[in-house]
Each structure stands twice: as structure tokens, then as C-alpha cells.
């Protein structure tokens, strides 16, 4: 079983920056390795989970949400078995719990991914980001 666990969660005024990371927690049996597909979500109370950036673990590739993009970056270093989404140009709308996930598997399609079309088996148990000034 892989457990996650997200940092770097916080306040931050409207216009600034942010970066989570996302590992495998003290407890998880697995490390977060490289064959792992990332997807990053947020959930304001009261409101249905939404997908915010996955990354692919066959080719690297990308898909973010309208309203992010431009804006939040994932991106995973392998060799420390992490992964992060860098957030610029905060938003008070991007206050939220921020959640990591993580699944297996090179058939995995990386925007259905973020759309919440699978049932995905690893998360992380959340970090409240908040935008203000």
C-alpha cells in the first residue's frame, strides 16, 4: 500500500507562490517510484473534488485544468521519489485542500486521470492552501 503525504501547504497572498510536494509517507510499505502517474486535486468544502494537474509515468506528459493553466506546474523528481505542483499567480479561488494521488499503470490516460473517470487507490490525506492578503 502506498501512503502519501503532501507539504508546503499554507497562507499566501493573492499574486504569489506556492510549491506542495508529495511522498510516500513514513508508514507506506511502497515508495512513490517513478512508474506512479501523479494527479493533484482540490476540494473546497462542500464541493465535489476537482482534478487540478496529472503527469503521465510513460512520457512525462501533462494536463491541467482550465482554470490553472498558465498558472501550476506539476512536475516529479524521481531520483527523490517526490512530486510537486509549483503554483504562481495565486487566486483567493485557489483556496482549498490540496490532495495528491498517485496510480499505477502506462495505460492510464493522464486527462481522464484528471477528470476523476478512475477509481484511484492512493491519496494523500490533504493540505488546506489558503489565498489571502
Known amino acids: 500500500q502506498l501512503q502519501l503525504v503532501e507539504s508546503g501547504g499554507g497562507l499566501v497572498q493573492p499574486g504569489g507562490s506556492l510549491r506542495l510536494s508529495c511522498a510516500a509517507s513514513?508508514?507506506?510499505?511502497?515508495?512513490?517510484?517513478?512508474?506512479?502517474?501523479i494527479g493533484w486535486f482540490r476540494q473546497a468544502p462542500g464541493k465535489e473534488r476537482e482534478g487540478v494537474s496529472c503527469?503521465?509515468?510513460?512520457?512525462?506528459?501533462?494536463d491541467d485544468a482550465d482554470s490553472v493553466k498558465g498558472r501550476f506546474t506539476v512536475s516529479r523528481d524521481n531520483a527523490k521519489k517526490t512530486a510537486h505542483l509549483q503554483m504562481n499567480s495565486r487566486k483567493p479561488e485557489d483556496t482549498d485542500v490540496y490532495y495528491c494521488a498517485a496510480e499505477p499503470g502506462r495505460e492510464i490516460n493522464i486527462q481522464a486521470m484528471c477528470t476523476g473517470a478512475y477509481a484511484l487507490n492512493n491519496w494523500g490525506q490533504g493540505i488546506q492552501v489558503t489565498v489571502s492578503s
Open positions: 513514513a508508514t507506506s510499505v511502497w515508495p512513490l517510484e517513478d512508474y506512479y502517474n
Open positions: 503527469m503521465s509515468s510513460s512520457d512525462g506528459s501533462t
